[in-house]
């Protein structure tokens, strides 16, 4: 493969349909696509058991060679080039493109010489993309009301 690579890191914590749809949009602009998935203290969901979820969708969706879905510690607003390389291996992070919706990780990702590139949120028609954000499926496997969050009623 011999095409443009992407790093997509984030959270996905959840993996949901929106950052789905992310990856399979950026795989028409990259050959490979390097997905690190965010582990820390906090998760609602194990970042092992989202790289399981992310896999079983690449199976799938017949992408599982253009796509490395991992597990990392260090969250790209604070990573070193030296940390960046090691996400990067086997390819020389010059080559690799980082890509993100997070503007202040663009921001750092360039202050330490990486290439970067804006990612938008996938839109859907007639979707509210916030109420199906991994903030609001966290907040309903947490168990707390949406109506606390949005201004709707949920009728019982």
């Known amino acids: 493969m011999n095409g443009p690579i992407g790093c997509f890191s984030g959270r996905f914590d959840p993996p949901n349909l929106g950052h789905v749809l992310t990856i399979l949009e950026l795989l028409q602009t990259y050959e490979t696509l390097l997905i690190p998935i965010l582990d820390y203290e906090d998760r609602a969901l194990p970042a092992d058991d989202a790289c399981r979820i992310f896999w079983a969708f690449?199976?799938?969706?017949k992408i599982e060679k253009r796509v490395q879905f991992f597990v990392n510690d260090v969250h790209f607003g604070k990573i070193t080039w030296e940390q960046y390389s090691q996400v990067c291996d086997p390819y020389q992070p010059e080559v690799v493109r980082y890509l993100s919706g997070n503007v202040r990780c663009l921001q750092h990702m360039r202050t330490i010489g990486a290439r970067v590139a804006h990612v938008p949120r996938v839109t859907i028609p007639g979707i509210d993309q916030e109420q199906?954000?991994?903030?609001?499926?966290?907040?309903?496997?947490?168990?707390?009301?949406?109506?606390?969050?949005?201004?709707?009623?949920?009728?019982?």
């Open 132 to 156: 199906f954000s991994s903030t609001s499926v966290r907040r309903v496997m947490a168990n707390i009301p949406l109506e606390k969050y949005y201004n709707i009623s949920v009728a019982s």
């Open 58 to 61: 690449a199976e799938r969706a």
